[in-house]
């Protein structure tokens, strides 16, 4: 069965500094993978998406997320993180009835 | 184009209780989802409509049922509710495989 793996719970990084979130899938076909960022009492929204062709996907925000076949990651990206970016962030796959989500990873700034 | 909406935006039952949940969406999907979200679980699915006139269970639907009235609503009901049910209740829709998929605001639903 399709399942995502967020390794990080909670990440803390220093406004401007560099931002790295994991994201592990196991899915058997060729995978589509999401990520969405949650700000606190909010819905969901879409940051970046990856289907087929260059697995270096950018979104909004400076966000990017890299696929990587071999390692079955999907790594999300920021090379300057604002305080605006705290919030948690989702990696998904979908399959084709559904769409199945990690944990989550709480992103902290400091000022 | 209002997107997903969910009513209520928030309810307090009590043990026992039913309810109903109700989501629309506006924008001609085929497919919807009713996730429950809650600390540290991400988001998981409960019930999902591949297409008007399909239900299916996901990977939580004890102690929920739901309708897909037309292809714009998909109601979640809650029979008799339970404390384990307090969560945020997310509704999304999509048009198709790999299409992104589109989430309403949230329901939080606290059962005492």
């Known amino acids: 069965a399709q399942s995502v793996t967020q390794p990080d719970i909670h990440i803390t990084v220093s406004e401007g500094a560099s931002l790295e979130l994991r994201c592990n899938y196991s899915y058997g076909a060729t995978p589509y993978l999401f990520w969405y960022v949650q700000s606190p009492g909010q819905g969901l929204q879409l940051l970046l998406k990856y289907f087929s062709g260059d697995t270096l996907v950018q979104g909004i925000k400076g966000f990017e997320a890299e696929f990587k076949r071999s390692q079955s990651s999907f790594n999300l990206r920021k090379p300057s993180v604002h305080w605006s970016d705290a919030a948690e962030y989702f990696c998904?796959?979908?399959?084709?009835?559904?769409?199945?989500f990690g944990a989550g990873t709480r992103l902290t700034v400091k000022p | 184009n209002a997107g997903v909406t969910q009513t209520p935006k928030f309810q307090v039952l009590k043990t026992g209780q039913s309810m109903t949940l109700q989501c629309a969406q506006d924008m001609n999907h085929n497919s919807m989802y009713w996730y429950r979200q809650d600390p540290g679980m991400g988001l998981r699915l409960i019930y999902y409509s591949a297409s008007e006139g399909t239900t299916d269970k996901g990977e939580v639907p004890n102690g929920y049922n739901v309708s897909r009235l037309n292809k714009r609503e998909f109601s979640l009901r809650l029979e008799s509710a339970a404390p384990s049910q307090t969560s945020v209740y997310f509704c999304a829709s999509r048009h198709g495989l790999g299409e992104t998929q589109y989430f309403g605001p949230g329901t939080r639903l606290l059962v005492l």
């Open positions: 998904a796959v979908a399959t084709n009835n559904d769409m199945r």
